[in-house]
């Protein structure tokens, strides 16, 4: 899928959100919960409105999910590579 790929129009976006989940681990791990997910989940308020912030969830009541498919694609991709070692 060339949209969710670092050399896709969004690259510089999407590498920018992944630098500052990288920095932050237990909002990384969150959001990979979110993302691993299929329906919204509820994951700790704070790191929920953090991940808000960033646009990377949509709130719904006290569960949560993927704001779009772009970036669950994408870091679900990223997840993977990492798991194989690729």
């Given at each position: 899928?060339?949209?969710?790929?670092?050399?896709?129009?969004?690259?510089?976006?999407?590498?920018?959100?992944?630098?500052?989940?990288?920095?932050?681990?237990n909002?990384?791990?969150?959001?990979?919960?979110?993302?691993?997910?299929?329906?919204?989940?509820?994951?700790?308020?704070?790191?929920?409105?953090?991940?808000?912030?960033?646009?990377?969830i949509?709130?719904?009541?006290?569960?949560?999910?993927?704001?779009?498919?772009?970036?669950?694609?994408?870091?679900?991709?990223?997840?993977?590579?990492?798991?194989?070692g690729?």
């Amino acid at each position: 899928m060339q949209h969710t790929s670092e050399q896709g129009i969004y690259g510089d976006h999407l590498r920018r959100l992944l630098n500052v989940l990288q920095m932050q681990p237990n909002l990384e791990n969150a959001f990979n919960q979110v993302i691993a997910a299929e329906d919204a989940i509820h994951i700790e308020p704070t790191l929920a409105y953090r991940l808000d912030g960033l646009g990377l969830i949509t709130m719904q009541n006290d569960r949560v999910s993927a704001s779009c498919d772009l970036y669950r694609h994408y870091f679900r991709e990223l997840i993977s590579i990492e798991k194989t070692g690729a």
